[in-house]
């Protein structure tokens, strides 16, 4: 065996036989990284400062413990029993939390008008609130002695079939009705304790803080480039606009200086027929007057309806002086016939 590896098979039940040569440090190598655990001690000595501040709004009640309605506490909903166990729980959650650098805070928000209490580990500016409840089991309800006598009097009434009885297993996560509600979530179970998913529980808050941030990224770039193609082609329309005004402000100097000449050819004619007075005019100076009295009328712009040129192309190779850019950055807005196509899905005009 080369040195480093490992033999392995498969199949000797059925079919083949297969051996492979394993490389353990390469394999070592692509595995993941162990989640780092969180460790819960069996008392506090010196508690988190919400551990502190939620022990001193416990109440007295001796079955159930719901401090989900108090500002500046942790939010639990369980018997009093698991109550010691819980803090301790949360104690190591929030230290270690703190530890790595993130920050512990309560927060009050409003939900269609009323208060929400909540704690909330912030991981790079991003929130995610948590709650620790006991978990409940379904068990058939046991009429009351008010619920018998209310049935006597009134027969349709019915008592509920099924109570919620806690079960005492521990489940720590986002409150009911957040909008992280689903995102994460840790439970005692058959084979573990909430206190061994107290490390996978903020290595997930820390992936969802990582994805909140990459898509927050990849939003910022998407409105960048945005924002780049807006101004591309709002340049291309400047630059059409430029293009147009000059191709007009051309045609309508050649003009005026057209009608500027015919006047001087017609003043050059009449000049030329008055200096001789009733004299008659040579045959072929007649014959030259007809002609550049006929040329005014030809090229006098005057003589026929003004009408606004058509425009000129609108495609790269003649707006390229005018844009200042590259041509060719992002689809050409304008279509053979020099309409502007600009697609109504383009990015430019959903975010501006």
């Given at each position: 065996m080369p040195e480093g590896h490992q033999l392995r098979w498969s199949g000797r039940q059925r079919g083949d036989c297969v051996f492979a040569?394993?490389?353990?440090?390469?394999?070592?190598?692509?595995?993941?990284?162990?989640?780092?655990?969180?460790?819960?001690?069996?008392?506090v000595g010196r508690p988190h400062r919400l551990v502190r501040a939620t022990r001193k709004a416990l109440?007295?009640?001796?079955?159930?413990?719901?401090?989900?309605?108090?500002?500046?506490?942790?939010?639990?909903?369980?018997?009093?029993?698991?109550?010691?166990?819980?803090?301790?729980?949360?104690?190591?959650?929030?230290?270690?939390?703190?530890?790595r650098g993130h920050a512990v805070e309560s927060r009050t928000d409003l939900d269609h008008g009323d208060a929400v209490h909540t704690v909330a580990i912030v991981i790079h500016g991003r929130a995610f609130p948590l709650a620790l409840t006991e978990r409940t089991t379904k068990v058939p309800h046991e009429p009351t002695a008010q619920e018998i006598r209310r049935q006597q009097r009134g027969p349709w009434t019915r008592p509920p079939t099924d109570d919620e009885k806690f079960d005492r297993r521990l489940a720590i996560g986002a409150p009911v009705r957040s909008r992280y509600e689903h995102a994460f979530s840790y439970s005692d179970g058959a084979r573990w304790t909430l206190e061994s998913r107290l490390g996978r529980l903020l290595q997930k808050l820390e992936h969802l803080a990582a994805e909140a941030e990459r898509q927050q990224r990849e939003r910022e770039k998407e409105l960048r480039e945005?924002?780049?193609?807006?101004?591309?082609?709002?340049?291309?329309?400047?630059?059409?606009?430029?293009?147009?005004?000059?191709?007009?402000?051309?045609?309508?100097?050649?003009?005026?200086?057209?009608?500027?000449?015919?006047?001087?050819?017609?003043?050059?004619?009449?000049?030329?027929?008055?200096?001789?007075?009733?004299?008659?005019?040579?045959?072929?100076?007649?014959?030259?007057?007809?002609?550049?009295?006929?040329?005014?009328?030809?090229?006098?712009?005057?003589?026929?309806?003004?009408?606004?040129?058509?425009?000129?192309?609108?495609?790269?190779?003649?707006?390229?002086?005018?844009?200042?850019?590259?041509?060719?950055t992002y689809p050409w807005p304008f279509d053979a016939q020099d309409h502007w196509i600009l697609p109504e899905t383009d990015p430019a005009d959903q975010h501006l």
């Amino acid at each position: 065996m080369p040195e480093g590896h490992q033999l392995r098979w498969s199949g000797r039940q059925r079919g083949d036989c297969v051996f492979a040569l394993v490389d353990e440090e390469a394999e070592k190598a692509a595995q993941s990284p162990p989640v780092p655990a969180v460790d819960v001690p069996e008392s506090v000595g010196r508690p988190h400062r919400l551990v502190r501040a939620t022990r001193k709004a416990l109440g007295r009640s001796r079955t159930v413990v719901d401090t989900r309605g108090k500002p500046e506490v942790i939010p639990l909903y369980l018997s009093r029993p698991l109550v010691d166990r819980a803090l301790r729980i949360m104690h190591s959650l929030l230290t270690e939390a703190e530890n790595r650098g993130h920050a512990v805070e309560s927060r009050t928000d409003l939900d269609h008008g009323d208060a929400v209490h909540t704690v909330a580990i912030v991981i790079h500016g991003r929130a995610f609130p948590l709650a620790l409840t006991e978990r409940t089991t379904k068990v058939p309800h046991e009429p009351t002695a008010q619920e018998i006598r209310r049935q006597q009097r009134g027969p349709w009434t019915r008592p509920p079939t099924d109570d919620e009885k806690f079960d005492r297993r521990l489940a720590i996560g986002a409150p009911v009705r957040s909008r992280y509600e689903h995102a994460f979530s840790y439970s005692d179970g058959a084979r573990w304790t909430l206190e061994s998913r107290l490390g996978r529980l903020l290595q997930k808050l820390e992936h969802l803080a990582a994805e909140a941030e990459r898509q927050q990224r990849e939003r910022e770039k998407e409105l960048r480039e945005a924002e780049q193609r807006h101004r591309w082609y709002a340049a291309i329309a400047q630059a059409r606009e430029q293009q147009v005004e000059r191709h007009r402000a051309k045609v309508l100097t050649e003009q005026v200086r057209a009608w500027q000449q015919a006047l001087e050819i017609r003043s050059f004619c009449h000049a030329a027929r008055a200096r001789v007075g009733d004299a008659p005019i040579p045959a072929d100076e007649v014959e030259w007057l007809e002609w550049a009295e006929g040329y005014a009328a030809r090229t006098d712009p005057l003589c026929s309806t003004l009408r606004t040129p058509p425009d000129p192309p609108a495609n790269r190779e003649a707006l390229h002086e005018l844009l200042k850019g590259n041509p060719h950055t992002y689809p050409w807005p304008f279509d053979a016939q020099d309409h502007w196509i600009l697609p109504e899905t383009d990015p430019a005009d959903q975010h501006l």
